[in-house]
Each structure stands twice: as C-alpha cells, then as structure tokens.
C-alpha cells in the first residue's frame, strides 16, 4: 500500500498542514499520511530537495509525496504530478524535481487541471486520485519538460588538487551538510592526506559516524568529547561538518560557531 508523505514551508504555527490531512482523510479511508517535515526554510528547494531525498526511497514504491514549498500556481508556473523512480511527485514545476533526482528523468508528467481557488485543495485533490488508483492522465494534462535548476554539485579542480564545495543544509543541531558525497571524495582522493576547509577552521581526517570521532578507550575525565569539531560522512552519505553533541541553544553548534552558512564555500585540498 503506498504512503502520502508531506513536506511544505508552512511551518508548526498555521492551519494549512492541519487543513491538507483533514481534506485526505475525508476523501480517503484510513490513508497513511507521514510527515517529513514542515520546518522547511520559505522557498528553499534545495533543502527541500536534499530533505526529500534522504527520506522518499524509504517509503513503498508509487507512494505519493506533496511538496508545499513554492507551491503556487501562476502564468509561468504550473502544479504537477510526476511519476519519478518509482514515486509521485505533487508539486510545483519549480524545478524541485531537478534538484532531487538529476539522474532520473520522470516517466509521466501532468500539468494538474486546477478545478479550486485553493493551490492546496487542488493538490489534495490529485494526491486523493492516485491514491484510489486513479490514472492522472484524468486530472491533467500531459506536459513535456519540467523547469530545471542547477544542482549545487562539487566541483573537482582541473589540477586535481581541490574540492570546491558548498553548504547545502544546516540542520537541527547546527551542523553543517556539505554537497561533497563519500563516492565524490573517495574518487577525488585517491587515498592521499587532505585538509578540509571550512572558513577559519581545518579537519585532517573523516569519520563514519560520531561515535568513532570519540576515543572510549580512554578514560572518559581524560578524552575530548562534548564540543569536539569533527569532519563525517553522514547517514545519506554528504560530508558534515559537526560539534559532538552541539546545541545551537546551549553553547553553539557548527554552524554558529564557525560561522557558515547556507551556500559557504566548503573546500578540500589534496596533498600531491
């Protein structure tokens, strides 16, 4: 049974998510409706993007994900509904889809027949349609070409020497997620020392996870723990950069004590 997943700007502190699960569950029976997140920055794509993409292929295949984020309807944007790797896409044509799957190019794209005043109820509306099974060449119209954005991809130097990198996502904890992925880096490296630059500050070796940042063979009054800067390739497998145990309310985490930002400059030089 496939799953509708949410994921808007619309925050904790309106009515519009509340209003989207109401309208599903009175046209659907017992629909199971997952939240991603609604925390997204207003417009972010490329946060929405990378969010997504962490988290849809976990989901049953030809689930339905709703992205609320610029999800407007206006003479040169339409809402759509794309079937990509194996998921629908509700959405506007913003170039969100671009910025999540490069790779893929989706295998059915429909410009939504708007029949509400609501950007929102039209949305629930195409979700609802697939989720019964519907065909969506019903609910729209077939469109050729979606709008594409260019992705914020780490560049390799014509040198071979450096990783251009950027910021693509400051999470909860304050730590900062690089666009710079583990097979990038592996094949960039080639098993050389390197250096990681993050404005003022520099990382000589990547760990796996946190836990391995962390020597517990030594006696916990004697090693560095709580507030250690660290370099890892996290769960999705980008390269972060972390404060073990970092509370951006108590103390700081990476990103306010670095001071980086969405889109820094994160670079590595190799060593010939």
């Known amino acids: 049974m496939p799953f509708i997943s949410l994921t808007t700007d619309y925050g904790l502190n309106s009515g519009y998510v509340a209003q989207i699960k109401n309208e599903l569950n009175k046209s659907l029976s017992l629909p199971v409706i997952i939240d991603i997140s609604h925390l997204i920055e207003p417009f972010n794509l490329l946060q929405a993007a990378y969010i997504v993409r962490t988290t849809y292929k976990n989901f049953p295949e030809n689930s339905i994900h709703f992205i609320g984020v610029d999800f407007n309807q206006n003479p040169e944007q339409d809402i759509i509904v794309t079937h990509v790797n194996k998921h629908y896409f509700v959405c506007a044509d913003n170039g969100f889809l671009s910025l999540l799957e490069p790779k893929f190019t989706p295998n059915k794209i429909v410009k939504l027949n708007l029949t509400h005043q609501s950007n929102i109820l039209n949305g629930v509306q195409a979700i609802a349609h697939i989720y019964r099974g519907g065909n969506v060449n019903l609910i729209g119209t077939k469109k050729e070409n979606l709008k594409q954005l260019k992705p914020h991809r780490a ?49 000589n070796e990547v760990y796996q996870n946190y836990h391995d940042a962390i020597k517990f063979n030594i006696k916990k ?34 990103s306010s004590l670095f001071g980086i930002h969405f889109l820094d400059p994160i670079r590595v030089k190799f060593n010939n």
């Not at 900062?176 to 404005?199: G, L, P």
């Open 221 to 254: 009054e004697l090693r560095e723990e709580d507030g250690k800067k660290l370099a890892l390739f996290n769960e999705e497998g980008f390269l972060e950069i972390a404060i073990y145990k970092g509370n951006p309310n108590f103390g700081g985490g990476a």
């Open 155 to 203: 560049q390799f130097s014509e040198d071979n020497t450096l990783i251009n990198g950027h910021v693509i996502h400051i999470d909860r904890y304050g730590n900062i997620i690089t666009n710079i992925t583990k097979d990038f880096f592996q094949e960039c490296c080639r098993n050389r020392t390197f250096t990681i630059y993050a404005r003022n500050h520099s990382f």
